[in-house]
C-alpha cells in the first residue's frame, strides 16, 4: 500500500504506539507531522529514524489538551505541508488507580481533557480542509478498557468512553465527505506507559516475562497497533468506517 501525497498528523508521536504508528505511514510514504509535549528529544530522534529510512517527518509540539496550541500547530502543519489527510489521536495519560470516592477532581479534568478535548478541538481544526481532499482518515487509538470499564479506572475509562463518543459520531457526519473515522483498541503494549502500568498493578518490571502468558506468546508491540492502523487508512479499507478493531490478540488467554 502507498500513502504518497498523504500528510498523517499523530499526536502523541514521539515515543511508544505513536512511534510505531508514525514510522509505519512513513515507510509506506506518508508525509509525517510527529506531536509531542515535552519530550522534544524523543520526537527529534523518531523523526531523525523516519529521515534516515529515506521517510519525511517533523516534530511539532503542543499540549492537545490546549485549543489555541492545537489551532498553532495545525496552521503550521499546513503551511509546511498542505492540509492533514491522516489524523491520528494517539496521545494519552493513565489515570492513577484509585476508587472514584479518592480520585481527585484535577486528575479527571486532564484525562478527559486529554482523551476527549484535545481529540474534539483537533478534528474540527483539521476536517474542514481534509474535506477538500479525496479522502481522509482518523482514527482514535482507544482502549480494551472501555469494554471492561473496571474498577478504580473511572477517569480514563470515561475519557476513552468518550473518544469513542466523538469517532461514531463524526463517522456519521463526515461519510459524506469521504472521511473515515475508526477506532483502534489495544490491550497492553510492550511502551513505557505499559511498562509503569504493570509495575503499578503487578510488580512486574520486564514486560516480557509476560510472553508465555499473552497471546501467540509475545506482549503485543508498538508495530501491531501500527499495522491496524495502517490497513484502515490505507487503499484496502474502502469501506470500513465506524468501526472498532480491537488489537489484543483476541483477548485474555486462559490455562497458561
Given at each position: 500500500?502507498s500513502l504518497a501525497d498523504r500528510v498523517v498528523l499523530?499526536?502523541?508521536?514521539?515515543?511508544?504506539?505513536?512511534?510505531?504508528?508514525?514510522?509505519?505511514?512513513?515507510?509506506?510514504?506518508?508525509?509525517?507531522?510527529?506531536?509531542?509535549?515535552?519530550?522534544?528529544?524523543?520526537?527529534?530522534?523518531?523523526?531523525?529514524?523516519?529521515?534516515?529510512?529515506?521517510?519525511?517527518?517533523?516534530?511539532?509540539?503542543?499540549?492537545?489538551?490546549?485549543?489555541?496550541?492545537?489551532?498553532?500547530?495545525?496552521?503550521?502543519?499546513?503551511?509546511?505541508?498542505?492540509?492533514?489527510?491522516?489524523?491520528?489521536?494517539?496521545?494519552?495519560?493513565?489515570?492513577?488507580?484509585?476508587?472514584?470516592?479518592?480520585?481527585?477532581?484535577?486528575?479527571?479534568?486532564?484525562?478527559?481533557?486529554?482523551?476527549?478535548?484535545?481529540?474534539?478541538?483537533?478534528?474540527s481544526l483539521i476536517i474542514p480542509k481534509m474535506r477538500?481532499?479525496?479522502?481522509?482518515?482518523?482514527?482514535?487509538?482507544?482502549?480494551?478498557?472501555?469494554?471492561?470499564?473496571?474498577?478504580?479506572?473511572?477517569?480514563?475509562?470515561?475519557?476513552?468512553?468518550?473518544?469513542?463518543?466523538?469517532?461514531?459520531?463524526?463517522?456519521?457526519?463526515?461519510?459524506?465527505?469521504?472521511?473515515?473515522?475508526?477506532?483502534?483498541?489495544?490491550?497492553?503494549?510492550?511502551?513505557?506507559?505499559?511498562?509503569?502500568?504493570?509495575?503499578?498493578?503487578?510488580?512486574?518490571?520486564?514486560?516480557?516475562?509476560?510472553?508465555?502468558?499473552?497471546?501467540?506468546?509475545?506482549?503485543?508491540?508498538?508495530?501491531?497497533?501500527?499495522?491496524?492502523?495502517?490497513?484502515?487508512?490505507?487503499?484496502?479499507?474502502?469501506?470500513?468506517?465506524?468501526?472498532?478493531?480491537?488489537?489484543?490478540?483476541?483477548?485474555?488467554?486462559?490455562?497458561?
Amino acid at each position: 500500500m502507498s500513502l504518497a501525497d498523504r500528510v498523517v498528523l499523530v499526536t502523541g508521536g514521539g515515543r511508544g504506539v505513536g512511534k510505531g504508528i508514525a514510522k509505519v505511514l512513513a515507510a509506506q510514504g506518508a508525509t509525517v507531522a510527529g506531536n509531542y509535549r515535552r519530550d522534544a528529544d524523543a520526537a527529534a530522534a523518531t523523526v531523525a529514524e523516519i529521515v534516515a529510512a529515506g521517510g519525511t517527518a517533523q516534530a511539532y509540539a503542543a499540549s492537545i489538551d490546549d485549543y489555541d496550541q492545537n489551532a498553532e500547530m495545525v496552521a503550521q502543519i499546513e503551511a509546511d505541508y498542505g492540509p492533514i489527510g491522516i489524523l491520528v489521536n494517539n496521545a494519552g495519560i493513565a489515570s492513577r488507580g484509585q476508587a472514584v470516592v479518592d480520585t481527585d477532581p484535577a486528575e479527571m479534568r486532564r484525562v478527559m481533557a486529554t482523551h476527549a478535548f484535545g481529540p474534539h478541538y483537533l478534528c474540527s481544526l483539521i476536517i474542514p480542509k481534509m474535506r477538500t481532499l479525496p479522502r481522509g482518515d482518523i482514527i482514535m487509538i482507544s482502549s480494551v478498557a472501555t469494554r471492561s470499564l473496571g474498577g478504580n479506572g473511572a477517569p480514563y475509562n470515561m475519557a476513552k468512553t468518550a473518544m469513542e463518543a466523538l469517532a461514531y459520531t463524526l463517522a456519521k457526519e463526515e461519510r459524506p465527505h469521504n472521511i473515515r473515522v475508526n477506532i483502534v483498541a489495544p490491550g497492553l503494549v510492550e511502551t513505557d506507559m505499559g511498562e509503569r502500568l504493570m509495575k503499578a498493578v503487578g510488580g512486574v518490571d520486564d514486560l516480557r516475562k509476560l510472553d508465555s502468558s499473552m497471546p501467540f506468546g509475545r506482549v503485543c508491540q508498538p508495530e501491531d497497533v501500527a499495522n491496524v492502523v495502517s490497513f484502515l487508512v490505507g487503499e484496502h479499507n474502502s469501506y470500513l468506517t465506524g468501526e472498532r478493531l480491537y488489537c489484543d490478540g483476541g483477548g485474555q488467554v486462559i490455562g497458561r
